[in-house]
């Protein structure tokens, strides 16, 4: 199976912030990797697809980029709706389709 | 408004069974391949099965594979999983989503999880 590992596991920022976030995989993906956001007692929300395709609604101040097996997420403006667990997923090939173990953004 | 609605969540013994269902409104569900993902109390997300269209194919995460089986009703709209011989660490909140997908020509297609439902929690302990 391939394992998504992302880094870090938790970050405090403020608001206007820039922030990043990693992921990767233990083998080629090639850009079968998506992006969900997660606020507390609600369903994940698809944000990216194809490593840097926007999802329809999502803000341009989110952008997803990478290849192969490293990838990022980032936020160039961190807004207060922001805060939020953030999570990779690969969906390259037959399953398991693995997620990140997440990666908790907190106000600072 | 684009929906799912899952329920069957329950506390259960281990070794007990119990019955998902999900609800589809505002999708084609019929033309909709769908999944169920889990996420296990302060933990991440793990995918746990997929079922075609028409229900011919389906798979099954190692975790759960012989134990639990997904199901649809496109008749109904709705998408089941049901999970036999039930042990502590299935203990989560079980979601159910669409399964859709980019294609590009000559390209595999890029899936992923875009319409989620609120979820439905299964609590298997003694």
């Known amino acids: 199976d391939i394992q998504m590992t992302q880094s870090p596991s938790s970050l405090s920022a403020s608001v206007g912030d820039r922030v990043t976030i990693t992921c990767r995989a233990s083998q080629t993906i090639n850009n079968y990797l998506n992006w969900y956001q997660q606020k507390p007692g609600k369903a994940p929300k698809l944000l990216i697809y194809a490593a840097s395709t926007f999802q329809s609604g999502v803000p341009s101040r989110f952008s997803g980029s990478g290849s192969g097996t490293d990838f990022t997420l980032t936020i160039t403006s961190l807004q207060p709706e922001d805060f939020a667990t953030y999570y990779c997923?690969?969906?390259?090939?037959?399953?398991?389709?693995?997620f990140g173990q997440g990666t908790k953004v907190e106000i600072k | 408004e684009v929906q799912l609605v899952e329920s069957g969540g329950a506390l259960v013994q281990p070794g007990g069974s119990l019955r998902l269902s999900c609800v589809a409104s505002g999708i084609s569900f019929s033309g909709s391949e769908m999944t169920w993902v889990r996420q296990t109390p302060g933990k991440g997300l793990e995918w746990v099965s997929y079922?075609?269209?028409?229900?011919?194919?389906?798979y099954y995460a190692d975790s759960v594979k012989g134990r639990i089986t997904i199901s649809r009703d496109n008749a109904k709209n709705s998408l089941y999983l049901q999970m036999d011989r039930l042990r502590a660490e299935d203990t989560a909140v079980y979601y159910c989503?669409?399964?859709?997908?980019?294609?590009?020509?000559?390209?595999?297609?890029?899936?992923?999880?875009?319409?989620w439902g609120k979820g439905t929690t299964v609590t298997v302990s003694s």
């Open positions: 997923q690969q969906t390259y090939s037959s399953p398991p389709w693995t």
């Open positions: 989503a669409t399964f859709g997908g980019s294609c590009p020509p000559q390209r595999q297609c890029y899936n992923y999880m875009d319409v």
């Open positions: 079922i075609s269209t028409s229900g011919n194919t389906k």
